[in-house]
Structures are given as C-alpha cells and as structure tokens.
C-alpha cells in the first residue's frame, strides 16, 4: 500500500484509486464476515471451513492420550482464502504504521521507495517465519532425528502446527500477487517479482502434497534465512550507501546457504528417497518413495537456487550502474561548465578592450 499525502484531494468513490489506497479496509470488511458468520448457528459451520483446519483425524496414540493429526484436502483452499485475506490486512498495516513512517523521516528518493517497502515487508515475514520454523523443527526433533526429514508422520499425516505453518505460507506468498497491483508494481518489474511468488508457491505447495513436511520446513527455514540477511542488508543500504561494502560478507553467507541446501535436497533425494527397499508395504507407504516425488524435489530445488542466484548477479549489477552514473556525470558537468566560463571570459575580455579603446584618453592619443 502506497503512502497517501494528508493534504491530497480524495480521489472518486470507486475508483481504481480509491480502491488501492482503501483495500485493505475492505479486505478486513470481508474477513469481518467470515468472524461474525461464528456467532450464529445457520452461519457457523461454513465459516468454520475457513477459520479452522480441516481434514483432521484422530489417532490413537501409545499413552492414554489420543493424538489428533491432519491431512490435506479441498477445504483447504477455503482456510488458505480466509489467512490471504489477514495476510493482506498484516501486510497493510506494516506498511502504514512502521514503512511509511520511516520513509517520511529518510525521505528517499522515489525511485528507492517501492525497493525500501518490498525489503522492509520481506524482512519482516522472513524473521518471523525463520523463528516459527525453528520452533517448530525443535519441537517435532527434526534437529535430532535427522530420519525425519525423508519420512512422513503416521500415515502420511501431519500436525497442527506443521499444517497450520504451511497454510499460512500459502497464503502470505497468494497475497503477493494481489500486491503487485496494490504497489504499483512497475511493468518492467512485474514478471519477475511474479516469478519470484510463483517459485515459492510451487515449492511450499510440492512440499505439502507429497508429505515432505519436515524436509521442506528445513530447506525453507535455511533459504528464509539467507533472503532475511539479503533483505536486511538492502535495507541498510538504502539508509546509507556506505553500508555497501558489507555485500562480500552477505555474499559468501549467500553462496554458503545456496549450496548448503543443495546438499540437503541431494542427500535426501538422492539416497535416502530411493532407499526404500524393504517390503513391508506400511513402511513403504509412510516414506516418499516415488520416482516422481525425486525428481520433483531435486528439480525444485535446483531451479529455485539458481533463480536466486541469477537474481543475485542482477541486482548487483544494477548498483554498479548506479553507482558508476554519479561519477560520469559531474565529470561532463565540469567541462561544460569550464568551457562555458572560458568562453564567458573571452566575451569579457573582447568587451573590456574595446571600452578601453572607446575611452576619452585613447581618442586623445589617436588625435595627437
């Protein structure tokens, strides 16, 4: 959501500006309905399809205790519409109450201003999500038991925390698409920040549907990371260049993370994916033993790390252009200003001379 001036005119009711600086009012109208849709008894089950998660199961468990898990199914896209529309409202409220207010104080100039707002929302999503996911990798000893990561809970289940992060992973990075218009997304810029969402929709949502919750909340948390040092270091670039020089450092944590993940994904693609030779079939159902489910993750996987990375290169590449332009420019500057006063001096000489020459004295001595 752009920044609106005090002092400028409101535009016309319904119209495509009013809309972009007031979306997310309607935005959080609409999820108002789905909230209050809970109070009544006629309204209650449907608005729970959103609210909720669905498609849970109960289990029983070891202990006395029932374990209650959850798999995917077509309601999801119900609970994935509903947390878009918050993760809109989220998204609104960051930009006007923390990004907008550090703008007016930096004053950045305009074409700084739409990068400033995309790092300062990446950030801020990717330290939150790198924190959920630790917790989360803790918690269900991922960290510990490193078999975790190639094999899918009890028949091919998940639990509710596991599901509820992937929910709402898809939902943040669907409310990107609807951003772009709400930003202003120039159309020079539109197609890739559209392929940078849609890479990370396609990975988050492979991970869900073939069960690689662990493995893919592992490549995720180390890629969020890697994307949450880049985005903080954009940001302290733009509050002062000279911050500029600490990009060798973010870059071997780039390279380091890029390949890190590499390892990950081939090690468990690679050998333990296609290690599933024994024949009992309920251990075989539990584990993602397909081809598909292999090349799918190592095809992935290898895309998105080299998408970045050519992002990397660009990105770089364009402040060399910026920072090289500065330094082009006052140089021309000088010499047409050098000549433009080399010149002037001239015409003032020639006019000085002949005033002498017009002088009383001069036409004295020519007289005599």
């Known amino acids: 959501m752009t920044f609106r001036k005090k002092g ?14 007031n979306h997310a009012d309607f935005v959080a109208c609409v999820g108002m309905f789905f909230v209050l849709g809970l109070m009544f008894e006629g309204t209650a089950e449907v608005s729970i399809v959103f609210i909720t998660l669905q498609h849970g199961v109960t289990f029983p468990a070891v202990e006395a205790e029932a374990e209650f898990l959850y ?24 930009q006007e109450y923390v990004l907008d207010r550090i703008n007016r104080r930096m ?6 201003q739409g990068k400033f707002y995309e790092s300062g929302q990446f950030s801020v999503f990717f330290l939150v999500s790198c924190i959920w996911g630790t917790f989360i990798l803790v918690s269900e000893n991922c960290l510990s038991d490193l078999t975790v990561l190639w094999k899918a809970h009890t028949h091919n ?3 509710f925390q596991m599901k509820f992060f992937y929910i709402s992973q898809l939902a943040y990075w669907f409310h990107a698409f609807p951003e772009l218009l709400f930003q202003r997304s120039r159309p020079q810029e539109l197609s890739q920040q559209a392929v940078y969402v849609g890479l990370h929709l396609f990975h988050i949502a492979g991970a869900y549907l073939l069960y690689l919750n662990h493995l893919g909340l592992l490549l995720l948390m180390m890629h969020y990371f890697v994307e949450f040092l880049s985005h903080s270091c954009d940001l302290f670039y733009f509050s002062d260049e000279k911050f500029q020089k600490e990009f060798s450092l973010w870059a071997i944590v780039f390279i380091l993370g890029r390949l890190v993940t590499l390892i990950v994904s081939l090690i468990t693609a690679g050998f333990q994916l296609a290690g599933g030779q024994n024949g009992n079939s309920d251990d075989s159902a539990e584990d993602v033993n397909v081809l598909a489910a292999k090349i799918a993750v190592l095809s992935s996987s290898c895309s998105i790390q080299a ?4 992002n990397l290169f660009n990105v770089q590449l364009q402040r060399w252009m910026e920072e090289d332009a500065p330094l082009q420019a006052p140089s021309v500057k000088k010499k047409r200003i050098k000549g433009r006063f080399c010149r002037k001096g001239m015409e003032n000489g020639v006019a000085t001379s002949n005033r002498l020459l017009d002088s009383p004295q001069m036409r004295k001595e020519k007289s005599s």
Do not use: C
């Open 307 to 310: 998408y970045v990375t050519w």
């Open 107 to 112: 004053q950045f100039p305009k074409q700084r």
């Open 157 to 159: 289940m998940m639990t």
């Open 8 to 21: 400028s005119k409101n535009p016309p009711l319904l119209s495509l500006e009013f809309i972009l600086q």
């Open 71 to 94: 798999h995917y199914g077509a309601k999801d896209l119900a609970t994935v519409f509903f947390y878009t529309l918050v993760a809109i409202i989220i998204h609104a409220t960051i």
